[in-house]
């Protein structure tokens, strides 16, 4: 049995490697009240998250949300994002998170007429190094709507990114590399299915 260990100590990011990213409102708040909110949320993730890292998975919920990330190799961030930057790729990672948390809090806090910290974390993460919980991830990420009897399937919750998937339109998120484990569309969709009650990540363990 393999463990993974979260944690919200700032430590670097490592270039080419995929995390579960998540996190929550502080005391009994929460992070989406409108559904501006989550669109709100979502451009921002598009916009800071997206040039440093592949999107595969998300979804959020009234005051928590998971996104599944890769981030970007370093070579890559150099030739297209630091051309003209003092930066250097693991600086430009970091302020890419904290502007998002930042960005969103501030815009939050106007709209609902509030003030002090929204997150109750900088952000937590897992570093996701197992081809097989990687899979169980994607389907743990998309199963939260149905775990806390938001909606009983899985396509129902307009704010995760499973929907994304059976789309033929543009979408930030790289469903290749989401369908990677998988292979096929159909293979992803039966996963799903099969895990809609007792998600295959619970043979995973937690430190």
């Given at each position: 049995?393999?463990?993974?260990?979260?944690?919200?100590?700032?430590?670097?990011?490592?270039?080419?490697?995929?995390?579960?990213?998540?996190?929550?409102?502080?005391?009994?708040?929460?992070?989406?009240?409108?559904?501006?909110?989550?669109?709100?949320?979502?451009?921002?993730?598009?916009?800071?998250?997206?040039?440093?890292?592949?999107?595969?998975?998300?979804?959020?919920?009234?005051?928590?949300?998971?996104?599944?990330?890769?981030?970007?190799?370093?070579?890559?961030?150099?030739?297209?994002?630091?051309?003209?930057?003092?930066?250097?790729?693991?600086?430009?990672?970091?302020?890419s998170f904290s502007n998002?948390?930042?960005?969103?809090a501030k815009s939050f806090?106007?709209?609902?007429?509030?003030?002090?910290?929204?997150?109750?974390?900088?952000?937590?993460?897992?570093?996701?190094?197992?081809?097989?919980?990687?899979?169980?991830?994607?389907?743990?990420?998309?199963?939260?709507?149905?775990?806390?009897?938001?909606?009983?399937?899985?396509g129902d919750w307009n704010?995760?990114?499973?929907?994304?998937?059976?789309?033929?339109?543009?979408?930030?998120?790289?469903?290749?590399?989401?369908?990677?484990?998988?292979?096929?569309?159909?293979?992803?969709?039966?996963?799903?299915?099969?895990?809609?009650?007792?998600?295959?990540?619970?043979?995973?363990?937690?430190?």
């Amino acid at each position: 049995m393999k463990y993974y260990k979260a944690t919200n100590k700032q430590e670097k990011l490592l270039f080419g490697s995929v995390y579960h990213v998540y996190n929550k409102a502080i005391s009994h708040d929460k992070l989406f009240i409108t559904f501006n909110d989550y669109d709100f949320f979502l451009k921002k993730l598009d916009r800071f998250i997206s040039p440093v890292a592949d999107i595969i998975a998300y979804c959020l919920m009234p005051n928590h949300f998971h996104l599944l990330l890769e981030i970007k190799e370093e070579e890559s961030l150099k030739q297209n994002f630091l051309k003209n930057s003092t930066d250097n790729p693991t600086e430009l990672i970091s302020k890419s998170f904290s502007n998002f948390f930042n960005s969103y809090a501030k815009s939050f806090n106007k709209a609902h007429q509030r003030s002090g910290r929204l997150f109750l974390y900088p952000y937590k993460r897992i570093l996701v190094d197992d081809d097989g919980y990687f899979a169980c991830l994607i389907n743990y990420i998309h199963r939260n709507p149905v775990h806390h009897g938001l909606t009983k399937e899985y396509g129902d919750w307009n704010y995760s990114s499973y929907k994304l998937y059976f789309s033929d339109k543009a979408t930030f998120i790289n469903r290749e590399k989401g369908l990677a484990p998988f292979q096929t569309l159909e293979a992803f969709f039966r996963f799903h299915e099969e895990n809609k009650v007792s998600p295959g990540i619970e043979k995973y363990s937690f430190e």
